[in-house]
């Protein structure tokens, strides 16, 4: 595609519940990542796909939370148990090359 | 000491002035440096990127890197108030991981 797709938009989840967030990233993009966006800060990094292979995912806040991206293009990233301290905006990047990034439009996560 | 830092402002600049962004880095290993802009409510687009020693120009943005004072800087000559955003600084951090560091970004305010 065009660009970098993420779906939902947004997600209210209960307290507790599994949720699964969505990227569709550029196609021949060799390069995935996820990251985190609280209100005011900065993307901070989750975790680093090349093709299919997780190389890093020494972002990932607890275990919790889990990435897969099984054929090399689409990713998914899965919270389960949700918490409250899990609600912000996470994002999807992808790149030819692994520097440069094009974002997608991220996922608002609201956990009550 | 965090990884990268910036200023979070907000810097105030009137229309047609210059604006200077800064960002410093922990990590003296560090390969590659980006700057992104992010409109409020929007993800992040790649505006610069720069890997040596110097000033890389592209249009009214001038990206400068000084690795030996840990230093990287943008400049927004002819400032509009379309560049009205927050830029954020990113590196990569290469002690043994694929992370990218972010910044908490500098909100720009161009003054009509």
């Known amino acids: 595609g065009a660009g970098v797709s993420q779906s939902p938009r947004y997600k209210v989840a209960k307290r507790g519940q599994d949720v699964a967030l969505r990227c569709d990233p550029i196609s021949g993009h060799v390069s995935l990542f996820w990251y985190q966006q609280a209100l005011g800060q900065g993307p901070e990094f989750l975790t680093y796909f090349q093709n299919e292979a997780q190389l890093d995912k020494s972002g990932l806040p607890s275990d919790r939370f889990f990435a897969e991206r099984p054929e090399g293009s689409v990713s998914t990233l899965k919270i389960q148990r949700t918490q409250q301290e899990d609600s912000a905006v996470y994002l999807c990047?992808?790149?030819?090359?692994?520097?440069?990034?094009?974002f997608g439009s991220g996922t608002r996560l609201t956990v009550v | 000491q965090k990884e990268v830092e910036q200023n979070s402002g907000p810097l105030s600049v009137p229309e047609g002035a210059i604006a200077s962004l800064n960002c410093t880095y922990s990590?003296?290993?560090?390969?590659?440096f980006f700057w992104y802009r992010q409109y409020s409510g929007k993800s992040p687009e790649l505006i610069m990127s720069?890997?040596?020693?110097g000033d890389k120009e592209d249009g009214r943005f001038t990206a400068q890197l000084n690795k030996a004072s840990q230093y990287v800087s943008l400049l927004i000559r002819d400032s509009q108030p379309s560049d009205s955003a927050t830029y954020l600084c990113?590196?990569?951090?290469?002690?043994?991981?694929?992370?990218?560091?972010f910044g908490t970004g500098t909100r720009l305010k161009v003054l009509a």
């Open positions: 990113a590196v990569n951090i290469v002690s043994g991981t694929y992370k990218y560091i």
């Open positions: 720069i890997y040596s020693n």
């Open positions: 990590d003296r290993g560090s390969q590659s």
């Open positions: 990047a992808s790149s030819p090359d692994r520097d440069r990034h094009t």
